[in-house]
Structure formats: structure tokens, C-alpha cells
């Protein structure tokens, strides 16, 4: 019997058809270099809940079903052991801090999974944690199953969330995209979201220290930095074209 082509594999051919060859090496290069440094660099972008919301451009038929509160919790955590991943560690704390979570359906089988939180303190890497203001919102934890990926579910994932969230209130939506992710990148650009910045975060091993550096906006205007031994850059307003 031949042997099951090994994960990490798959995940990096997955990679590598995604991403392209350009990107896929700067990740290998960064795998390469984990014990020494690691670096993350994303775009920070926002989007008014109080315009009209761009329609998801997924192919093919799907539902959405958002699941938050206490009353949901159980179907929940059901729903996301069907999708085949770990259940987070944390699932009891997202459902008791009122986070909200949109599962998208291909008939009954669910083929993808997203988060929304409306509370300040979710880490975004190395204890450098999320403020969020009043009537605000942020998306995380999105996950489509491999077979699925290419056909728009991620759209779907935004829109449903952006619109539970306007329903029960909330302005702004914020979230973060890698500067590597190609396709989250050109989803942004097809739903019309607006970059406010791109936040940059290298941290050295052994040294105990993490590098930090935002363009476009100062990072406290949406994080709190890590208090322990931390590196600190600030760059200017440039405004949202600026790129890395």
C-alpha cells in the first residue's frame, strides 16, 4: 500500500498553488530562519458598516449559518468537529466573550469556518493585542477546507459576519491580512475594504526581544503593545499606499 503523501507536503504544494513561487519561497525562508527570528507583517484594513456591503463573489451554492451565545454554544462546537479541525482551545472563552462564528454549508456539509469579536485584548502575535472601540469588531480564525479553497468562501465568511454585526450594532469592522496571503489580499481589493495600515513584527529568539514597526498609522491607534522586552519603530502618516 503506498504511503499517504505526508502533511506538511500537502501544506506546502498548497502553499505553493495559492501563494505562487515568490511568496512560497519567502515562507520557506522564514521557516528556515524559526529558530533564530520570525517576522509576521500584515495589513491592518477597515470597513464602514454604515455603507452598503460589496456582495461575495463565492461560485457555486452555499449557506451561512452564525452561531453566538450561550444557546448555540453546543451546535457550535459540533459544527466545527464536523469541519475535521482541532476544536480551538479557547472555544469557551470566545463563546462567553459574546464572539460570533459563521459557518458556510455546501448542502449539509460545512466547508468552511470564521470568527468576529467585539472585545479589545485578542493577540495578534507575541502578547501585541487588538484595541477595539466602541461598536467595533474584528474577524479571525477564518479556515476552509482544502478541497473548497479557490472558490470565494472566504467572501462569503466576511460578508455574513460584517453584516451580523451592523445587524446587532457595530460601526467598523476591522481585520488583518498577511502581506503573503495573496488570495485574502485580492479579496480585500474585490470587497472595497480600506488599508489604514500595515504592522510589522519581528521577533529574535534567544535575544527575548520583538522588533515593531507600523506604516501608514501609529500602532497604538489599534494595538497594545507587548510590555516585555520590545523594539519599537514608528513611522510616519504616509497614507494607505504605502507598501513594504
Same mark, same amino acid.
Given at each position: 500500500?503506498?504511503?499517504?503523501?505526508?502533511?506538511?507536503?500537502?501544506?506546502?504544494?498548497?502553499?505553493?498553488?495559492?501563494?505562487?513561487?515568490?511568496?512560497?519561497?519567502?515562507?520557506?525562508?522564514?521557516?528556515?530562519?524559526?529558530?533564530?527570528?520570525?517576522?509576521?507583517?500584515?495589513?491592518?484594513?477597515?470597513?464602514?458598516?454604515?455603507?452598503?456591503?460589496?456582495?461575495?463573489?463565492?461560485?457555486?451554492? +452555499?449557506?451561512?449559518?452564525?452561531?453566538? /451565545?450561550? =444557546?448555540?454554544?453546543?451546535?457550535?462546537?459540533?459544527?466545527?468537529?464536523?469541519?475535521?479541525?482541532?476544536?480551538? =482551545?479557547? +472555544?469557551?472563552?470566545?463563546?462567553?466573550?459574546?464572539?460570533?462564528?459563521?459557518?458556510?454549508?455546501?448542502?449539509?456539509?460545512?466547508?468552511?469556518? /470564521?470568527?468576529?469579536?467585539?472585545?479589545?485584548?485578542?493577540?495578534?502575535?507575541?502578547?501585541?493585542?487588538?484595541?477595539?472601540?466602541?461598536?467595533?469588531?474584528?474577524?479571525?480564525?477564518?479556515?476552509?477546507?482544502?478541497?473548497?479553497?479557490?472558490?470565494?468562501?472566504?467572501?462569503?465568511?466576511?460578508?455574513?459576519?460584517?453584516?451580523?454585526?451592523?445587524?446587532?450594532?457595530?460601526?467598523?469592522?476591522?481585520?488583518?491580512?498577511?502581506?503573503?496571503?495573496?488570495?485574502?489580499?485580492?479579496?480585500?481589493?474585490?470587497?472595497?475594504? =480600506?488599508?489604514?495600515?500595515?504592522?510589522?513584527?519581528?521577533?529574535?529568539? /534567544?535575544?527575548?526581544?520583538? +522588533?515593531?514597526?507600523?506604516?501608514?498609522?501609529?500602532?497604538?491607534?489599534? +494595538?497594545?503593545?507587548?510590555?516585555?522586552?520590545?523594539?519599537?519603530?514608528?513611522?510616519?502618516?504616509?497614507?494607505?499606499?504605502?507598501?513594504?
Amino acid at each position: 500500500m503506498t504511503s499517504p503523501v505526508p502533511r506538511a507536503w500537502l501544506r506546502a504544494l498548497e502553499i505553493l498553488r495559492w501563494r505562487g513561487p515568490g511568496h512560497f519561497l519567502l515562507l520557506t525562508l522564514r521557516e528556515l530562519l524559526r529558530p533564530v527570528i520570525y517576522w509576521y507583517a500584515w495589513n491592518i484594513y477597515s470597513t464602514d458598516l454604515q455603507l452598503p456591503l460589496t456582495q461575495p463573489y463565492a461560485k457555486g451554492k +452555499f449557506d451561512v449559518r452564525i452561531f453566538a /451565545g450561550d =444557546k448555540d454554544r453546543p451546535v457550535a462546537r459540533q459544527q466545527l468537529t464536523l469541519l475535521g479541525e482541532p476544536l480551538p =482551545k479557547n +472555544f469557551d472563552t470566545r463563546v462567553n466573550r459574546g464572539d460570533a462564528l459563521a459557518i458556510v454549508y455546501s448542502g449539509a456539509e460545512p466547508v468552511a469556518s /470564521g470568527w468576529m469579536t467585539f472585545s479589545s485584548g485578542m493577540e495578534l502575535a507575541y502578547g501585541i493585542t487588538w484595541i477595539l472601540r466602541p461598536a467595533e469588531g474584528t474577524q479571525y480564525g477564518s479556515f476552509v477546507l482544502p478541497k473548497w479553497r479557490g472558490h470565494g468562501i472566504f467572501s462569503l465568511l466576511n460578508v455574513a459576519l460584517n453584516t451580523y454585526a451592523r445587524e446587532n450594532g457595530v460601526l467598523r469592522s476591522i481585520g488583518s491580512i498577511s502581506v503573503l496571503n495573496t488570495q485574502s489580499l485580492s479579496m480585500a481589493k474585490r470587497l472595497g475594504k =480600506k488599508k489604514i495600515m500595515t504592522v510589522i513584527l519581528v521577533h529574535i529568539r /534567544g535575544l527575548g526581544w520583538t +522588533f515593531q514597526k507600523a506604516i501608514g498609522a501609529p500602532l497604538n491607534t489599534r +494595538f497594545t503593545p507587548w510590555p516585555g522586552r520590545v523594539r519599537y519603530a514608528e513611522a510616519p502618516n504616509l497614507g494607505i499606499t504605502d507598501k513594504l
